[in-house]
């Protein structure tokens, strides 16, 4: 069993919906948990980090922690043709990122 | 730039060969990592620096691969006799600080260089 498992996708949503991607992880000496999104080719791209349970919000974007359920989300709302993307969840343990497979999110126009 | 630099972007080399990945952090970022990225996959953690000292190495694949951070700015990742199974994405990224103990500090990555081996 991979350290932090995400669903691979495809996950469609249409245009202005609300796309919830999820994440669960096994190290309960994770502290750290960060959202990356990932364009075809290119490098990852911070979104979101959230330390504490609860709910983070930034903007369209949400990250949600539960550390009692090893379970960590992202809701983006009014999602958009240009949030396409794969996302990767991504727990820090020590001084390393372990990351998930990532979630591929199409939103069609 | 004011970003992780990676070079070179791509590099093709043929089985048995050496290469060097260059990468160069964000300035004043204390913590420099290392990752390997496979067509499909999430980046697999390799190896991490704070300033000059290399303090985790365990997600090096093999004796092959060795890493360095000298002056604790610049970090080379190299590679010594080359296999096709090396051949992915290698990404930098930097940070503020590794986190150690408690949280970590976001990591910020470069454009990666893709390596194929022929």
């Known amino acids: 069993q991979k350290e932090v498992e995400q669903n691979s996708g495809p996950l469609s949503v249409p245009e202005g919906a609300i796309a919830s991607l999820n994440c669960t992880y096994s190290?309960?000496?994770?502290?750290?948990f960060f959202w990356y999104r990932q364009y075809s080719g290119k490098s990852p791209e911070l979104i979101m980090f959230?330390?504490?349970?609860g709910d983070k919000e930034d903007g369209r974007f949400t990250a949600q922690l539960n550390k009692a359920s090893q379970y960590v989300s992202l809701l983006i709302r009014d999602s958009q043709p240009s949030d396409s993307a794969t996302y990767l969840c991504?727990?820090?343990?020590?001084?390393?990122?372990?990351f998930g497979q990532g979630t591929e999110l199409s939103v069609k126009p | 730039g004011a970003g992780v630099s990676q070079s070179p972007r791509y590099k093709v080399a043929k089985r048995g060969q050496d290469v060097a990945l260059r990468c160069d952090p964000i300035?004043?970022?204390?913590?420099l990592f290392w990752y390997q990225q496979a067509l499909g996959q999430g980046p697999e953690f390799l190896t991490y620096?704070?300033?000059?000292?290399?303090?985790?190495k365990s997600g090096l694949p093999s004796d092959r691969f060795f890493a360095e951070r000298p002056e604790g700015s610049v970090s080379t990742l190299k590679i010594q006799r080359t296999q096709q199974e090396d051949s992915a994405v290698y990404l930098c990224?930097?940070?503020?600080?590794?986190?150690?103990?408690?949280?970590?500090?976001?990591?910020?990555f470069g454009d990666g260089t893709r390596l194929s081996i022929l």
């Open positions: 990224a930097s940070s503020w600080t590794g986190g150690g103990g408690g949280g970590n500090q976001p990591q910020h």
């Open positions: 190290d309960r000496g994770s502290q750290s």
């Open positions: 959230i330390y504490s349970n």
């Open positions: 991504a727990g820090g343990v020590g001084g390393k990122l372990i």
């Open positions: 300035s004043g970022h204390v913590s």
């Open positions: 620096f704070q300033n000059e000292a290399q303090l985790d």
